[in-house]
Structures are given as structure tokens and as C-alpha cells.
């Protein structure tokens, strides 16, 4: 765990529901964050309760809908603490609506912020990841990456890319020892799903805690994989940065 200690790790959609149990999570276990919403305020609050296990903490409030934003939240994180470790695509819309009454631009919203938002992050943030003997990709998906769901058309186009592009990078960056991986949740307990689906909220739904124990599951368990690990030490042996 130690290793963690001082690694910085970008998130998404950090003011609420899954981002936020993310970087509440990381924090706990030592890590640096830089955190992203539309809401200054609420990621004010968050620093300031996450302050509270010594994390230091970069907040950046914009529009992930915006191309430019998610290319400035990058550059901004990365001159403030010098380092990326960690990339966490979370933030994410959805809609409920039949595709047929769907418009261009609640199509082209979900595209925005689901699939390109998290593209830009991921290729900006690279030069820092190619820096880190700990690099990993972290984005969020969802169950309708791989499934069909009635009244989720936009939503389920824009998942299913978001899962098309992460498997592309992980073959592709898998030579370098830069860890990219997936999570497909189904219902979880937050804003959203009471947006979208009111009708489970009676039913057990995963927490958001959950979700960041899987986060930090996939941080931790790097260094199980006899391949991974082989990559990473000579990687690490290249590049002595810590
Ligand atoms: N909840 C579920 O059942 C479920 C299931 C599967 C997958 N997921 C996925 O999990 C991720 C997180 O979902 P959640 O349930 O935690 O959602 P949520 O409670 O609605 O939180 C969404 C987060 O993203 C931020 N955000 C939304 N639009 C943004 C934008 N345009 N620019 C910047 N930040 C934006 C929000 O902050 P601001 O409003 O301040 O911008 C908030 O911090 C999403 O990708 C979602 O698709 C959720």
C-alpha cells in the first residue's frame, strides 16, 4: 500500500455519487487527486472534507461537454502536482428516452461527456502516465457497454464506444505496462440511476463504496500478473522517477 502513498490520481465527476466514493476512497489510502465537475461548490466541500486525511487536492470546476476542458483539466492537474499516476474516467450523463424522440443534441451531449471527454483525458494524460511505474486507466462504463436496454439508446451508443476505445488503448498501451481497465456496473445507488431508473430504487442497488473498493482492487492487484509485473519493473528500471 505503501507505494500508493503521494500518487496522483485524476477523477471525473468527483462531486457526487460514484466519483466522489472514488476519491473519498483514494484519499483514505494515501493518494493525491485531482478532481473535476461542473460544480465549484461542491468540489470546494469535497476538498476541504478530504483535506481531512491529509490529501492534497487539486479541484478544477468546467464542462466536460466542452473539448476544451478536458484537455485543460489535464494540463492544469499536471503543472500542479508534476506527476499523473491514476486516470478515472467517471463523470457521466444519461438519458431515458425512446431513440426515436431522442435529438442531436441530447445524442451529441451523451457523446460528448461519455466517449470524448474521457478520449481527450486519456490521451493527454499520457505523457505523465509513460512517467509513472504505477500508470493506470480507470473508466467507467457501464452494464449497457455490453447490453441493450429499452428507453437508453444514446446513453447505451455512447457506453459501448466508451468500452470499444478503452479495449483498443489497453492492447495498446499493454506493451508499456500502463494498466487500463474497465468497470460495467449495473445499478448503483446514486443521482443518476434515481433519474433513470426510479423504479429500482426499491431494490438493492451497489453502493458507491463499492464501486471505489473495486477501484482500489484493481490499483492494488497490479503486481499479481507475472507478465504485468516483468513489464513494469523493467519499465521502472528505465525510468527511475518516483
Ligand atoms: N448510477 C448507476 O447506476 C451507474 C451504473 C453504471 C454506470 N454508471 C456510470 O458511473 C459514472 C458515475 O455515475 P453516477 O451514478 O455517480 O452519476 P451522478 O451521481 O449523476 O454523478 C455524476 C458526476 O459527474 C459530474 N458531471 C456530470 N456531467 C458533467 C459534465 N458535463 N462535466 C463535468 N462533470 C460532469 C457530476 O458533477 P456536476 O453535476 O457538478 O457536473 C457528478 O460529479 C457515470 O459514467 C455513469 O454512466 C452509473
Not at 94 to 117: C, D, F, I, S
Request: aromatic share 8%.
Amino acid at each position: 500500500m505503501e507505494e500508493w502513498r503521494g500518487k496522483v490520481a485524476l477523477i471525473t465527476g468527483a462531486s457526487r455519487g460514484i466519483g466522489r466514493a472514488i476519491a473519498r476512497t483514494l484519499a483514505e489510502k494515501g493518494l493525491y487527486l485531482a478532481l473535476c465537475a461542473r460544480s465549484q461548490e461542491a468540489l470546494e466541500t469535497l476538498r476541504v472534507e478530504l483535506a481531512a486525511f491529509g490529501a492534497e487536492v487539486f479541484v478544477c470546476a468546467g464542462d466536460l461537454a466542452d473539448p476544451a476542458f478536458p484537455i485543460r483539466f489535464v494540463r492544469e492537474a499536471g503543472e500542479y502536482f508534476g506527476r499523473l499516476d491514476v486516470v478515472v474516467n467517471n463523470a457521466g450523463v444519461a438519458l431515458a428516452k425512446p431513440l426515436e424522440e431522442t435529438t442531436l443534441e441530447e445524442w451529441e451531449l451523451q457523446m460528448a461527456v461519455n466517449v470524448r471527454a474521457p478520449f481527450l483525458i486519456c490521451r493527454e494524460a499520457l505523457p505523465y502516465l509513460r512517467r509513472s511505474a504505477l500508470a493506470t486507466i480507470i473508466n467507467i462504463s457501464s452494464v449497457v457497454g455490453t447490453k441493450g436496454y429499452v428507453h437508453q439508446g444514446a446513453y447505451t451508443a455512447s457506453k459501448h464506444a466508451l468500452m470499444g476505445f478503452t479495449k483498443v488503448l489497453a492492447r495498446e498501451l499493454h506493451p508499456e505496462g500502463i494498466r487500463v481497465h474497465v468497470i460495467a456496473p449495473g445499478g448503483v445507488g446514486t443521482d443518476l440511476i434515481a433519474a433513470m431508473r426510479p423504479d429500482l430504487l426499491g431494490e438493492r442497488l451497489i453502493t458507491p463504496e463499492e464501486i471505489a473498493e473495486i477501484v482500489w482492487f484493481l490499483l492494488t492487484m497490479r503486481n499479481k500478473n507475472a507478465v504485468i509485473d516483468e513489464v513494469n519493473v523493467r519499465r521502472a528500471s528505465n525510468e527511475p522517477w518516483k
